[in-house]
């Protein structure tokens, strides 16, 4: 069973739409959270950063962290064309933070 | 320049070659990793370098070698690869000292574009 499951997509959805991607885990002792988007030939850039459970919101976007069920996602509002990218989850535990064990990403469409 | 740079961007090469990949972060930042990203799997941590020392060397074959000749540079050296080496090997930065004694772990990884290498 890997660490960190992540469904690969595509996800294709129309422009405005609400996107939601979703990653589970099974190390309990994860409680960094990050969701990085990767565009294409390029590397991956920090969206999203989260310690812990809960939710964050920084403009169109909302991280929510649920440890009791090793659950995170990202949410995506009025999406547009240039959302689309691969979406990638990472986590980290407390005593190895540096040690980023990432999904495998979701490819994200988003329709004119 | 700006962030984290990759040189270069493609690479082909045989199996008996020997080539090096360069990564310049222009950041100040203290700490370089490299990653491999194969097509549909996770980003894998291959090596970690904290002020020049390395911290991690996550059972990555001999046949890769890195590199830290101070905090700005970081090189992975390669040698008598296997096509399924055939990968985007990502450079990152941050600004923590992540392994030291006393160092601080988490921060944001600030990566750079990669560079495609094939494998023949």
């Known amino acids: 069973q890997k660490e960190v499951e992540q469904d690969p997509g595509p996800l294709s959805v129309p422009e405005g739409a609400i996107v939601s991607l979703n990653c589970t885990y099974s190390?309990?002792?994860?409680?960094?959270f990050m969701w990085y988007r990767q565009y294409s030939r390029k590397g991956p850039e920090l969206l999203m950063y989260?310690?812990?459970?809960g939710n964050k919101e920084d403009g169109r976007f909302t991280a929510q962290v649920d440890k009791s069920s090793k659950y995170i996602s990202l949410f995506i509002r009025d999406s547009q064309p240039s959302d689309s990218a691969t979406y990638l989850c990472a986590m980290s535990a407390v005593d190895s933070s540096y040690k980023l064990i990432f999904g495998s990403g979701t490819r994200l469409l988003v329709r004119p | 320049e700006t962030g984290v740079t990759q040189t270069p961007r493609h690479l082909v090469m045989g199996m008996t070659n020997k080539k090096s990949l360069k990564c310049e972060q222009h950041l100040g930042h203290n700490a370089m990793y490299w990653y491999k990203q194969s097509a549909k799997k996770p980003l894998e941590l291959m090596f970690v370098?904290?002020?020049?020392?390395?911290?991690e060397n996550n059972s990555v074959p001999s046949r890769f070698s890195p590199e830290c000749p101070n905090s700005s540079h970081l090189f992975l050296h390669l040698h008598t690869l296997q096509p399924e080496d055939s990968a985007l090997y990502l450079c990152?930065?941050?600004?923590?000292?992540?392994?030291?004694?006393?160092?601080?772990?988490?921060?944001?990884?600030?990566f750079g574009p990669g560079t495609r290498l094939t494998v023949l």
């Open positions: 990152a930065s941050s600004q923590a000292t992540p392994g030291l004694a006393g160092g601080r772990g988490t921060d944001t990884q600030y």
């Open positions: 370098y904290s002020l020049e020392e390395r911290v």
């Open positions: 989260t310690y812990s459970s």
């Open positions: 190390n309990s002792a994860f409680q960094y």
